[in-house]
């Protein structure tokens, strides 16, 4: 365990996708790489990324919010969505910035998600 990290934070290793060449369709597919810790979906499929600009492959520019503000570990969540973004070929720095509204609910879920944890 690297030092600093608990048990909830750690995360399995996921498969990279394989790139398209369409930027934003690629920082999507590694955003889908980043798992919520407490829920067994990716952050992206849960909703909780409410904006993607890939207008400036310079700096990507992603909003984001969690399940529940006081998350314990969101400091890290926007670390590690900020870093999936980062793996895109040719992309140079992204920033991810923590919103609260609209609050998130369940039904900002995809479909697949909502299947995944029998909501379906």
Not at 2 to 30: F, K, N
């Amino acid at each position: 365990m690297i030092e600093g990290e608990t048990p909830v934070m750690r995360q399995s290793p996921v498969e990279l996708p394989d790139w398209t060449g369409d930027l934003e369709t690629d920082v999507t597919a590694a955003i889908r790489t980043v798992f919520d810790p407490e829920i067994p979906v990716n952050v992206y499929d849960l909703g909780l990324i409410y904006r993607l600009d890939v207008s400036d492959r310079d700096l990507i520019d992603i909003d984001m919010t969690l399940t529940a503000p006081g998350c314990p570990v969101a400091g890290e969540m926007l670390n590690r969505v900020r870093k999936a973004a980062l793996l895109v070929p040719g992309t140079r720095d992204a920033k991810v910035n923590l919103v609260f509204d609209p609050p998130w609910d369940p039904r900002k879920m995809s479909d697949e998600a909502k299947l995944e944890l029998g909501m379906l």
